[in-house]
């Protein structure tokens, strides 16, 4: 005997599908904000207002940054306009994923003659550098440097 379908068990097959998607959507937004708070200044107002200033002084110093590692050794290479490696008045970087900011760490870079170079035993992915560095005239220079790290 086959049982016939009747309203209550549409409506309850309704019901259980779309708590379903609901439930699954809260899960998803809540992970969402909860690994990644999306915050890149604090107030974009005041940040802009002083944008080009800084861009048009960081140009200027004509410096390229490239990051990479390789055997357990994080670099941090940055070179002046004519090529030759960059060594920064002071430099502070943050190093972490780009999602979420549970990994981020400090590394402690050491200035050995060509680049920045920080022991650093990564797991493979994309990885980002947030650094801050000063040049010898002042100038603040700062660049999200993304790193693959790939074995």
């Not at 998607?21 to 998803?28: D, G, K, P, Q, S």
């Not at 861009?55 to 940054?65: H, M």
């Not at 980002?128 to 693959?148: C, P, S, W």
């Amino acid at each position: 005997m086959v049982k016939q379908l009747t309203g209550k068990h549409v409506l309850f097959i309704f019901v259980a599908a779309f708590s379903v998607i609901i439930a699954v959507n809260i899960t998803l937004a809540v992970n969402a904000v909860k690994t990644f708070p999306g915050l890149e200044v604090k107030n974009t107002y005041v940040a802009s207002q002083q944008f080009d200033e800084r861009r048009a002084a960081q140009v200027a110093l004509g410096w390229t940054v490239v990051g990479s590692h390789q055997d357990g050794v994080l670099r941090l290479a940055i070179t002046g306009a004519d090529g030759a490696p960059v060594e920064a008045a002071e430099l502070s970087a943050i190093l972490g994923r780009a999602t979420q900011v549970a990994d981020d760490v400090t590394p402690a870079f050491v200035f050995d003659g060509t680049a920045y170079v920080a022991p650093m035993e990564l797991a493979d992915g994309n990885w980002n550098i947030r650094m801050e560095a000063k040049a010898l005239d002042g100038t603040l220079f700062t660049q999200r440097v993304i790193v693959d790290v790939v074995r």
